[in-house]
């Protein structure tokens, strides 16, 4: 008996269509879209280096 990879429930092809309507989303999930926008944004944008000083210093 083999694994079937490819598929897909009832309840994800449900929560695709309804996905792909406007207007379903919902003030909490703009939020979480924002907030992983920036997370995004952070990981795979090159940021500049400010001059710190270095963490053993004062030792």
Partial sequence: MSIDRN???????FLAELDKQPNTDSESRQKEVIKYNN???LRDEAQEDSEQEKLWSSF
Wanted: net charge neutral.
């Fill in 7 to 13: 598929y897909v429930s009832e309840m994800d092809k």
């Fill in 39 to 41: 997370i995004n944004k």
